[in-house]
């Protein structure tokens, strides 16, 4: 029992530069005082000392804002950040070296009985207010983004972001060079809100550019033809394509402030004036 404690109070250091001593941790860290209370109250449960268990379980939500129900399966090294509105489910099952963050709900969608709370594996992530719901599976190593909702399985090792949750990539830029030779002769920064996180918009872009670059080949391919066959091109003068970067940071934002400065910007608003 006391070496369970002392390996959860060592995992929030590994967890949270904010903690400073074990006796701090003991006694300020909702998060810790939800998981004890919860060992208590699920070994009532496992002894068919049911409402017993929902009697401790009720009340550590009292002190604690994190409501676990007493039938939920919890590994090793759990942590939760923060801690308040959290709701873990009474057939949720969560792995080893776990963490979850403030208003993450493990829910339910059907009102049947039998298991409809998702299965968390081992080191697991789940951020800030996200829902993950059903009895889905996350794998290993999953990191679920905040306020994300997840309704099917997650692979060991993928992100998900957005509502409703999507598996996201890390581009790699070796592999999409004609994509951004397209976005800056387009004058689209397909990847302004990606250099250190996935975006599925931006993924979504970078499918429709992969198109256009697909057609633009093939449009260049045809015009070749017929110009072999005597057509004489007509010089017909293209609109300017303006910036549409996808501002995301501030960093990015200050970059687009500077290109006004430069004469950009201001480029840019006449030609929006005349549209």
Not at 241 to 266: K, N, P, R, Y
Request: glycine share 10%.
């Amino acid at each position: 029992m006391f070496e369970r404690l002392k390996e959860d109070i060592n995992s929030v250091f590994d967890r949270d530069p904010a903690a400073r001593t074990a006796f701090e941790v003991f006694t300020t860290y909702p998060g810790l005082h939800a998981l004890m209370a919860h060992r208590l109250a699920h070994g009532l449960w496992k002894r068919n000392f049911k409402w017993l268990a929902r009697l401790v379980s009720n009340i550590a939500r009292w002190f604690t804002g994190i409501e676990i129900h007493p039938g939920a399966q919890i590994g090793r090294r759990f942590f939760i950040d923060h801690g308040m509105g959290v709701v873990i489910g009474e057939t949720a099952v969560i792995g080893d070296d776990c963490t979850l963050y403030h208003g993450v709900t493990l829910g339910g969608t059907s009102w049947e009985k039998g298991k409809r709370h998702p299965t968390l594996g081992n080191d697991v992530v789940v951020g800030a207010g996200a829902k993950v719901l059903g009895p889905i599976d996350i794998g290993d190593g999953a990191r679920i983004g905040s306020n994300a909702v997840v309704v099917k399985s997650v692979p060991p090792g993928a992100t998900v972001v957005g509502i409703p949750g999507r598996l996201v990539e890390r581009r790699k830029p070796s592999d999409h060079v004609h994509r951004e030779k397209l976005a800056k002769k387009m004058g689209f920064d397909a990847y302004g809100a990606t250099r250190d996180a996935p975006d599925p918009v931006a993924n979504a872009i970078n499918c429709m550019l992969d198109h256009v670059h697909v057609l633009e080949t093939k449009m260049s391919r045809m015009c070749e033809v017929l110009k072999s066959m005597g057509y004489e091109e007509e010089d017909v003068s293209l609109p300017e394509l303006t910036s549409c970067e996808i501002v995301s940071t501030a960093e990015e934002l200050h970059h687009l402030e500077e290109g006004d400065d430069t004469g950009e910007g201001e480029q840019a608003r006449k030609h929006d004036d005349n549209t």
